[in-house]
T-cell receptor
Framework: IAGITQAPTSQILAAGRRMTLRCTQD?????MYWYRQDLGLGLRLIHY???????GKGEVPDGYSVSRANTDDFPLTLASAVPSQTSVYFC?????????????FGPGTRLTVL | GQNIDQPTEMTATEGAIVQINCTYQ??????LFWYQQHAGEAPTFLSY??LDGLEEKGRFSSFLSRSKGYSYLLLKELQMKDSASYLC??????????WGAGTKLIIKP
């Protein structure tokens, strides 16, 4: 079944630890995105990639890094987790360059940093 | 700054009609999206408006007025499964999506 998968589904992490959230899509979409969603706030863009080999910073990039080695995978890394990074993280993809096309979301990763 | 405003929560009755409003102030405009998000799940696409007017899709319709910075999502013949959050998002001049905090819709029998 085509779509986006994310792993892990949920994670509890000690502050200061390094963590990589995985995202894979099989729709051959050019663009991919990482968002965080916090209660009472809208989705906030962390990083994005318009095409394989390129990445860009979103609204809240500090403390996060991404890579886009190929079309399908777009991992998000927290180098040294802090409690304020407790959130639900969604990966999304779209068929257009930039964000001109509809975005399709993965199921999310619920991360708790203690 | 850029801002998307939606009511935090709305309540409606099964079988009725509800209108969820969204007002926006963004640097440029390249389209407006509505997404549905059930609790604990991912957002899913509902509609896209780039020109003024009404777009109808089954029980759901979305309206846009660019001059007023205003959109609404109209849900007809409400069903219990329509209980969800509805997210409004605007694509700005840099083709970045700016998201509202969402409107939680509660459907009562």
């Amino acid at each position: 079944i085509a779509g986006i998968t994310q792993a892990p589904t949920s994670q509890i992490l000690a502050a200061g630890r390094r963590m990589t959230l995985r995202c894979t899509q099989d729709m051959r979409h050019n663009a991919m995105y990482w968002y965080r969603q916090d209660l009472g706030l809208g989705l906030r863009l962390i990083h994005y990639s318009n095409t394989a080999g390129t990445t860009g910073k979103g609204e809240v990039p500090d403390g996060y890094s991404v890579s886009r080695a190929n079309t399908d995978d777009f991992p998000l890394t927290l180098a040294s987790a802090v409690p304020s990074q407790t959130s639900v993280y969604f990966c999304a993809s779209s068929d257009g360059i930039g964000q001109t096309d509809t975005q399709y979301f993965g199921p999310g990763t619920r991360l708790t940093v203690l | 700054g850029q801002n998307i405003d939606q009511p935090t929560e709305m309540t409606a009755t099964e079988g009725a009609i509800v209108q969820i409003n969204c007002t926006y102030q963004t640097s440029g405009f390249n389209g407006l999206f509505w997404y549905q998000q059930h609790a604990g799940e991912a957002p899913t696409f509902l509609s896209y408006n780039v020109l003024d007017g009404l777009e109808e899709k089954g029980r759901f319709s979305s309206f846009l007025s660019r001059s007023k910075g205003y959109s609404y999502l109209l849900l007809k013949e409400l069903q219990m499964k329509d209980s969800a959050s509805y997210l409004c998002a605007v694509e700005d001049s840099n083709y970045q999506l700016i998201w509202g905090a969402g409107t939680k819709l509660i459907i009562k029998p």
